[in-house]
């Protein structure tokens, strides 16, 4: 049996990709192999840190965000011999962990695809050419896709890109999680990637309340009779949670709030006159780069248009636990919790969020981003769809089609509703995703990169 090592910037997380490398974990252990954890977070059990794998370490951030975002603090020569001096203490600390720990396989997550570390980038690299260890580059993104997350500032940040993004050596496997990045690292790089795509385990227990989590809404204010729409992904600007807001404000329009008042909901529920539209925002809130200042813009719309947008994921973890101000949710709680997921993604590497909303059987609205479209659409999932087209407002916000809006709100009315209509839609999309994003396949195909290793 290997010993396999994961690397992150941050693990033990609700974000996807720390959510993803659990899942492999969890498949690698019932295989028998041993499973650790390299990033830079001290602040989840299990998890070697080293500080300047994380973007909040000061120096990382300071390169990160010159190097990516803005180039204000160095000259061109400047930044390139931070990158330098960061390289050298993040491949020191690597090659220590790889010794002492006995490493067999090395499995970076992103950290040589993305494009924000620089320094972890060339560190990552220089390591798995030299020991020549078995590698599997796990590419969740790539700092040349769509999602506008990465903007190389000068000519020494693009060369880095270009020269090591993603390594080709012998001993390296690269995944990539959905087509369209399959087909443009072929082109660009002329890489050949496999596809592997975001899976779930479908057959752990369904979430419940229970008596930790029955406490849920009492913590966050949240009435009985309130509606609560899970925003569950991290806070950040791709996310395009300013159209989950201007769905909620279709919904608060009196044509849609009079069909539901006074009728049972769903679940038996009675929608009443004082009963609440609120947007749960569950992820953790990302404060560095082009989403800076996303939630100020969030908020502001929220406001202005009076829709109850909230921010939870302070007491929203990866685990259950406790703080000063009361329990602290794992995300799974929250969608125990909700009666609607939205996920209205301007841009995603996949989508793990959309499966987890399916696996809890909650209905989903959805914008049909590139790769949904690409990936996912032709598994034939029912979702209440926002459209694929937007455009941006004065504010820098996203925004859809007025008719879009109405058309899903009209459907997520009726979803509210027609609990035989309700049950069809979350059925039929819990036994596709079953079938096709299951632990079995990607045991099946860690077998088939195991054996190319000839591990």
Known sequence: MAKIAFFHNALGKTDGVSLEVDKWRACLEEEGHTVLYCAGNNDAPGVHCIPELSFFHPVTRRVLENATVELLDYTEEELKQAIHEQKETIKRELLKFIQEHKV?????????????????????????????????????????????????????????????????????????????????????????????????????????????????????????????????????????????????????????????VSRPMYDGRIFTTDSTFILLCAGHIEEFGASGDYVQKLRARAERYGVDLRFVGHRVKHSRGSSDEGEVFSLWDSYVHADFVTYPSLWEGWGNQFIEAIFARLPVAVFEYPVFTSDLASDGFKVVSLGAKAQRSDDGLATVPSEALAKAASEVVTLLLDSTKRNDVVHNNFERANERYSYAALKETISELFDELRL
Not at 136 to 164: M, R, W
Not at 237 to 244: Q, V
């Open 104 to 260: 067999d396989v090395l499995v970076p997550n992103n950290l040589l695809s993305v494009g924000y570390h620089l320094p972890a980038l060339i560190a990552l690299s220089e390591v798995i050419e030299e020991t020549k260890l078995p590698t599997i580059a796990h590419n969740h993104d790539f700092y040349f896709e769509e999602s506008g997350e990465v903007h190389p500032t000068c000519k020494v940040a693009q060369a880095i890109l270009d020269h090591y993004v993603p390594p080709s050596f012998p001993n390296v496997r690269n995944l990539v999680i959905n087509r369209l990045a399959q087909k443009a690292l072929r082109e660009r790089k002329g890489i050949e990637a496999r596809v592997v795509p975001n899976v779930f385990d479908f057959k752990q227990p369904s979430w419940e309340i229970d008596t930790f989590n029955s406490k849920f809404r009492e913590a966050f204010g949240i009435k009985e009779n309130d509606l609560v729409f899970l925003q569950a992904t991290r806070v950040m600007d791709r996310k395009g949670i300013e159209l989950a807001i201007d769905l909620l404000v279709e919904l608060n329009k009196d044509e849609n709030r009079e069909t539901l």
